[in-house]
């Protein structure tokens, strides 16, 4: 592939992450019950009944977050994406892991992303059972989006979403720092368009 096709490929695969990375949280909102069920709808992406939560400052604050990180996928800066649910005395109790990377290898003609959109749904049907693998969370957690990117990245992005008054700070130790946790793998994609894997982490004293 040429460099601009890996570019262009660089691209739609970060306006896809992003695309997911969006429902995804929401759906990790409903299933793990930080909201009440009222504030959520019933929508359909990728072609999957979903729960999307419709609170204005939820929304807004979910789409602002994933705006940022495709800035930082788009200069390929981008390690990680981590939503973490956080106790009252703000330790982390669970953490969804969202690796991401660029494809190692072109693996096949999907054009018009039919294989790709059906492992995203595959990913959005693990997310959605989860209650299922994970005990039930302690009372009055909050949640938090966290991103592993490139220090130079970093600081480039924040000075651009000042401007944009959503600006990033650096995660407190205390919400990064998870005692002895478990792993639970969910699923993995290798696609044309991005590396992707997706695992939850459960802390042992939740």
């Given amino acids: 592939m040429t460099e601009s096709g890996e570019i262009q490929n660089a691209y739609i695969g970060a306006d896809i992450f992003c695309e997911f990375l969006e429902v995804a949280i929401h759906c990790i909102l409903y299933t793990r019950e930080l909201y009440p069920a009222g504030v959520f709808e019933k929508k359909k992406k990728f072609n999957v009944p979903v729960k999307i939560c419709v609170h204005p400052d939820v929304l807004s604050y979910v789409t602002n977050t994933v705006d940022s990180i495709r800035l930082l996928l788009k200069e390929n800066a981008v390690f990680k994406v981590t939503v973490v649910v956080v106790t009252p005395d703000h ?60 220090e130079s990245a970093a600081i480039a992005i924040e000075q651009k979403q000042h401007l944009k008054d959503f600006p990033w700070i650096l995660a407190d130790e205390r919400e990064t720092t998870m005692e002895d946790p478990k792993m639970i793998p969910l699923k993995a994609v290798n696609s044309d368009y991005f590396q992707m894997q997706l695992y939850a982490e459960e802390s042992s004293i939740k």
């Fill in 91 to 150: 330790k982390p109790a669970e953490r969804f892991v969202f690796e991401v990377a660029k494809p190692t290898q072109n693996i096949g003609n999907d054009k018009y992303l039919y294989r790709l959109e059906e492992s995203l749904r595959g990913f959005l049907l693990k997310l959605s059972v989860t209650e299922s693998l994970l005990k039930p969370l302690p009372e009055d957690c909050t949640w938090t989006v966290q991103v592993y990117t490139k």
